[in-house]
């Protein structure tokens, strides 16, 4: 079955460092990638996503590229601030309408 | 827009009590997902309805019963619920599988 696996958290950065969260898939077929973040006590939003082999999804400054090759969607991000504070849950959704979440990823950015 | 709204915010309730939770969305989407999410966790899928029909029910139990009323609305009706059922109540939607959006999610206390 499909399945998502994110690094261990968690990540703790000072301001500025350069981030990368690893995320690895199984799945069959041709899914759809997502990063989403949770800022405490809130629900969670959508940061990027990518649809197809080779596309990169970007937004505020963060960015991932589909891999299949190598079947991953790492999160990158130049340089983190303190307000990037959160869990990031990469996932995938493949030919249903389920969302295959990762266990999430911790990150703390101090100044 | 890509906003999903959720009340309540917060909800306590006692095992006998019942109580409803509510979400809604004007984005024209036709798919709308109930999870629930524990501390330091992933969401976990509960209910996915699709063009107001529930399509798929993830074994939950009986004492959650959710309701679609339209295509913009979506209840979760909640009875005899333990101290286990505590968690963040989460509504997403999406247009048939396209990307899910979320709702900022009920924060549950069961006592």
């Known amino acids: 079955g499909n399945s998502v696996t994110q690094m261990e958290g968690p990540v703790t950065l000072s301001e500025e460092a350069f981030l990368t969260i690893n995320c690895t898939y199984t799945a069959t077929g041709y899914p759809s990638l997502f990063w989403y973040v949770q800022y405490p006590g809130e629900g969670l939003q959508l940061l990027l996503k990518?649809?197809?082999?080779?596309d990169k999804g970007s937004n505020k400054g963060f960015e991932a590229t589909y891999r299949k090759e190598t079947t991953s969607f790492h999160l990158e991000k130049g340089s983190v601030q303190v307000s990037d504070s959160a869990v990031y849950f990469c996932a995938l959704r493949g030919s249903t309408d389920k969302l295959i979440f990762g266990t999430g990823t911790r990150l703390q950015v101090f100044p | 827009d890509t906003e999903v709204t959720q009340t309540p915010k917060h909800l306590v309730m006692g095992m006998t009590n019942k109580k409803s939770l509510k979400c809604e969305q004007h984005m024209g989407h036709r798919a709308m997902y109930w999870y629930k999410q524990k501390a330091k966790k992933p969401p976990e899928l509960m209910f996915v309805?699709?063009?107001?029909?529930?399509?798929i029910n993830e074994s939950v139990p009986s004492r959650f019963s959710p309701e679609c009323p339209n295509s913009s609305l979506l209840n979760l009706h909640l009875h005899a619920l333990q101290p286990e059922d505590s968690a963040l109540y989460l509504c997403?939607?999406?247009?048939?599988?396209?990307?899910?959006?979320f709702g900022p999610g009920t924060r549950l206390t069961v006592l």
């Open positions: 997403a939607s999406s247009q048939a599988k396209d990307t899910q959006y």
């Open positions: 990518a649809t197809k082999a080779d």
């Open positions: 309805y699709s063009y107001e029909k529930l399509s």
